[in-house]
């Protein structure tokens, strides 16, 4: 028997509607059906650092919980610029991620133009973690604290260098922050990346640094720099005899490297949703917050609304440092 002699056209046509409507449902409304395939998590630097480095240990234990893997792409260059502008164009289908850290609010206004606005072109899901940056000295200077640095810069004639892995990097602008707070003569050398910059104060070319902590934490603990302060607003449980800035006489002073995990603007609600809470998960997970603690970092759970709080206010807050530096993209 024909089905057109079964269902009258009527039913034909309703029945033909029901179907194109539900396989036309938007991702919001089928949030269950998602991830069926491989999630991209692009890193704007090359691999082997520590935003390379945290994004793998969570994109493995994402990946499980989604039941899908989340697979890192190293897409360097412009200070992260390059990769954040790629995610900023992807579809916003859940499918391809971001991890967004302390560069891109930097970025904001070291850079007269960009590919893409900080605030604008992302979807926050939440902090992942935040890493201190610390104060070390050449051994041969008669530095041992912050009174004595401050001491050091204001009685020598040419002040004190202090170096940094780049021109508006985290590193250079926390001595910039520090240096306005003190009021110090102190002389910016730039270099391209930590490595060489941690080669040159080793060997006295330059004679400080506000380094990243697991870049320098070899190096205090093999006694070859001496840690001055942390910048982050409490100790390091693995240097827990090095004071902070704020305790040596700066209250206030935090600053600190941090990451977190974005997505292009207008990816539906519930796929945040879900990476939120599956993100928070895995960093409660006691082997990735051990991890983390190998690297200085402090895991951030917490809500997509407080990551773009705590954003919104890194861009204004590095817009004053720019500003009053003088601090200019490479």
């Given at each position: 028997m024909?089905?057109?002699?079964?269902?009258?056209?009527?039913?034909?046509?309703?029945?033909a509607?029901?179907?194109?409507?539900?396989?036309?449902?938007?991702?919001?409304?089928q949030?269950?059906?998602w991830?069926?395939?491989?999630?991209?998590?692009?890193?704007g630097?090359?691999?082997g650092?520590a935003?390379?480095?945290?994004?793998?240990?969570?994109?493995?234990?994402?990946?499980?919980?989604?039941?899908?893997?989340?697979?890192?792409?190293?897409r360097?260059?412009?200070?992260?610029?390059?990769?954040?502008?790629?995610?900023?164009?992807?579809?916003?289908?859940?499918?391809?991620?971001?991890?967004?850290?302390?560069?891109n609010?930097?970025?904001?206004?070291?850079?007269?133009?960009?590919?893409?606005?900080?605030?604008?072109d992302?979807?926050?899901?939440?902090?992942?973690?935040?890493?201190p940056?610390?104060?070390?000295?050449?051994?041969?200077?008669?530095?041992?604290?912050i009174?004595?640095?401050?001491?050091?810069?204001k009685?020598?004639?040419?002040?004190?260098?202090f170096?940094?892995?780049?021109?508006?990097s985290?590193?250079?602008?926390?001595?910039?922050?520090?240096?306005?707070?003190?009021?110090?003569?102190?002389?910016?050398?730039?270099?391209?990346?930590?490595?060489?910059?941690?080669?040159d104060?080793?060997?006295?070319?330059?004679?400080s640094?506000?380094d990243?902590?697991?870049?320098?934490?070899?190096?205090?603990?093999?006694?070859?720099?001496?840690?001055?302060?942390?910048?982050?607003?409490?100790?390091?449980?693995?240097?827990?005899d090095v004071?902070?800035?704020?305790?040596?006489?700066?209250?206030?002073?935090?600053?600190?490297?941090?990451?977190?995990?974005?997505?292009p603007?207008?990816?539906?609600?519930?796929?945040?949703?879900?990476?939120?809470?599956?993100?928070?998960?895995?960093?409660?997970?006691?082997?990735?917050?051990?991890?983390?603690?190998?690297?200085?970092?402090?895991?951030?759970?917490?809500?997509?609304?407080?990551?773009?709080?705590f954003?919104t206010?890194e861009?204004?807050?590095?817009?004053?440092?720019v500003k009053?530096?003088?601090?200019k993209?490479?």
């Amino acid at each position: 028997m024909r089905l057109e002699g079964t269902l009258s056209r009527r039913h034909l046509l309703a029945l033909a509607a029901g179907i194109a409507c539900a396989t036309a449902l938007p991702l919001q409304a089928q949030p269950d059906a998602w991830p069926t395939r491989p999630i991209k998590l692009v890193v704007g630097y090359a691999a082997g650092g520590a935003t390379d480095v945290i994004a793998r240990l969570v994109a493995v234990k994402l990946g499980e919980r989604l039941g899908q893997p989340v697979v890192v792409d190293n897409r360097a260059g412009a200070n992260s610029n390059v990769g954040a502008e790629v995610v900023a164009k992807s579809p916003p289908d859940g499918y391809t991620l971001y991890v967004f850290t302390i560069a891109n609010t930097i970025n904001a206004s070291l850079y007269g133009k960009l590919g893409y606005d900080p605030q604008k072109d992302f979807e926050p899901i939440g902090l992942i973690a935040k890493i201190p940056n610390i104060l070390v000295v050449n051994n041969n200077l008669p530095i041992k604290s912050i009174a004595d640095y401050v001491r050091f810069a204001k009685e020598s004639k040419d002040g004190i260098t202090f170096a940094s892995s780049g021109s508006g990097s985290s590193i250079h602008l926390s001595g910039e922050m520090f240096k306005m707070q003190a009021k110090l003569n102190m002389l910016h050398v730039p270099y391209r990346g930590s490595a060489p910059a941690v080669t040159d104060l080793l060997g006295g070319q330059v004679q400080s640094m506000f380094d990243n902590t697991p870049s320098a934490l070899p190096h205090v603990q093999g006694g070859r720099l001496r840690a001055i302060a942390i910048t982050s607003a409490k100790r390091s449980p693995l240097l827990p005899d090095v004071p902070t800035v704020a305790e040596s006489g700066f209250p206030g002073f935090d600053v600190q490297s941090w990451f977190g995990l974005a997505a292009p603007v207008g990816t539906p609600k519930p796929v945040i949703d879900r990476l939120n809470a599956e993100l928070n998960k895995v960093l409660a997970a006691p082997e990735l917050r051990q991890r983390f603690q190998d690297l200085a970092a402090s895991p951030e759970p917490g809500t997509p609304a407080q990551m773009r709080s705590f954003a919104t206010a890194e861009i204004q807050r590095w817009r004053e440092v720019v500003k009053t530096s003088g601090a200019k993209a490479e």
